[in-house]
């Protein structure tokens, strides 16, 4: 009898220990998630602002300034439930802006627009890869999620269901193939 109750008593620690390692494995993924979206957040940020320089520089014409300066602005202005569609617009105007490689010469010939030609091209690469990074962890914080034993055992505790951020991130042919940065 009191081997039994051993075996029990063990049995029960080890799938103690075994929903606590998983729990803690949910717990880095939701940490992983929100460095992620900082990440994701400031990378988005740097894109607008960057846009809204080279737009308020006076170096493009009038209508792709307006264009690219209302698509920034309204990428930096949204709410957070609008913030998708109004990166992906901000994406749009970039590739519409710059889809001639002779506009970002133009802007590479003002006084300090190679710098400015720069940054631009490194934040709309930068986008996408931060995108990918908090779209993976969140992936893989909803695999986990949706095992049973985090469902009946409630390991996931209050927090929020993971949610990805799907934009239009792909980048102006022009300025994605620029070197450097």
């Known amino acids: 009898m009191i081997e039994t109750l051993v075996w029990i008593a063990v049995a029960l620690l080890a799938v103690g220990v075994y929903l606590s390692w998983t729990a803690g494995r949910l717990d880095r993924l939701h ?7 900082a990440a994701l957040d400031a990378q988005l940020v740097r894109r607008s602002a960057v846009a809204l320089e080279v737009a308020t520089s006076g170096v493009l014409d009038p209508a792709a300034s ?22 992906s617009e901000l994406s749009q105007a970039l590739r519409a802006v710059f889809e001639d490689p002779d506009q970002v010469e133009a802007v590479k010939e003002a006084p300090g627009g190679e710098e400015a030609a720069g940054e631009l091209a490194a934040a709309v690469r930068r986008v996408p890869m931060a ?16 095992h049973r034993k985090v469902r009946w055992f409630r390991l996931a505790g209050h927090a929020p269901f993971p949610l990805a951020f799907e934009m239009d991130d792909e980048p102006p042919a022009a ?5 450097g940065s």
Do not use: K, M, S, W
Request: proline share 2%.
């Open 31 to 37: 940490t992983r998630i929100d460095a992620a979206r």
């Open 66 to 87: 307006i264009v690219l300066y209302e698509a920034a602005h309204a990428a930096r202005q949204t709410e957070e439930d609008h913030r998708e569609v109004a990166e």
């Open 131 to 146: 995108r990918r990074f908090h779209n993976d962890a969140v992936r893989a914080a909803r695999a986990l999620r949706r």
């Open 175 to 179: 300025l994605a193939d620029r070197p």
